[in-house]
C-alpha cells in the first residue's frame, strides 16, 4: 500500500504553494508546486529557504 502525502506548513509564494511533507524514508522534504492551469510545475527540496527562492523566481510559461 502506498504511503499517503501529509503537508503541514503549507504557505503561497504567487501561484506557487509550499508545503512541507516526509518522504518515504523518513526525511523532510519541501515541495514547490505552481498551481496555474496547465503549468506543471513542480519540484521537492530539502529546505525550505531553497523551495521559497525557487517560488519566488518561477517564472509560468502559461499566461
Known amino acids: 500500500m502506498p504511503a499517503r502525502d501529509h503537508f503541514h506548513s503549507v504557505m503561497r509564494i504567487g501561484p506557487v504553494q509550499i508545503g512541507t511533507h516526509r518522504d518515504r524514508h523518513g526525511r523532510t522534504q519541501h515541495a514547490a ?7 506543471g510545475w513542480s519540484s521537492d527540496f530539502s529546505s525550505r529557504s531553497a523551495a521559497q527562492l525557487a517560488a519566488r523566481t518561477h517564472r509560468c510559461k502559461v499566461r
Open 33 to 39: 508546486v505552481c498551481t496555474a492551469d496547465r503549468c
